[in-house]
């Protein structure tokens, strides 16, 4: 069975992704990475108040499915 990939999906695996990536980078480089690792917390947070998401915007125009295939809306 194929995996389907969906906004909501990519932009959990890039969240979680740039977040990992950024400790990754405070731990082994530079603190000031944590900076990033806040922006994409903030940014997280305000979305889920405003469904507002800048990734999320530009996954739609890239063509990306909103829902799965097999996931009707009414």
Sequence with gaps: MKEEF??????RIVAGT?????????????????W?????GLNLLQSGFTQFCPMFTILAKLGV??????????
């Design 6 to 11: 969906y906004i909501e999906r990519i932009v």
């Design 18 to 34: 740039f977040l990992t990536i950024s400790l990754l980078l405070a731990h082994f480089h530079s603190p000031y990475w944590l």
């Design 36 to 40: 990033f690792t806040g922006f994409v």
């Design 65 to 74: 499915p909103r829902f799965p295939k097999n996931c009707y809306s009414k």
